[in-house]
Nanobody, 114 residues
């Protein structure tokens, strides 16, 4: 069984920064991808950033502002978010995937005030 625990969310003013962390507990090895998703009220969950063996990819609106990284030794993935905007306000979820098998974290709230 795998458990993902996110942290680092909070309230920040526009232009500020936050760093989200996601620690994987359990059998974390040979992962296909680590990802960060977000869901704003009334909207569908969307992929923000993903780290695969072939490289990383980002939602267009966060390119140049967000950076995904991981520490395999600690089974941890990070999302560094700079120059935050009010439209980045959402619950952010961590995801880990092996083929069709995936796990989700519980989510962490990010609120950006204008």
């Amino acid at each position: 069984q795998v458990q993902l625990v996110e942290s680092g969310g909070g309230l920040v003013q526009a232009g500020g920064s936050l760093r989200l962390s996601c620690v994987g507990r359990g059998s974390i090895f040979n992962v296909n991808s680590w990802g960060w998703y977000r869901q704003a009220p009334g909207k569908q969950r969307e992929l923000v950033a993903i780290d695969r063996d072939i490289g990383t990819d980002y939602l267009d609106s966060v390119k140049g502002r967000f950076t995904i990284s991981r520490d395999n030794a600690k089974d941890t993935v990070y999302l560094q978010m700079n120059n935050l905007k009010p439209e980045d306000t959402a619950v952010y979820y961590c995801n880990v995937r092996w083929g069709i098998i995936e796990y989700w974290g519980q989510g962490t709230q990010v609120t950006v005030s204008s």
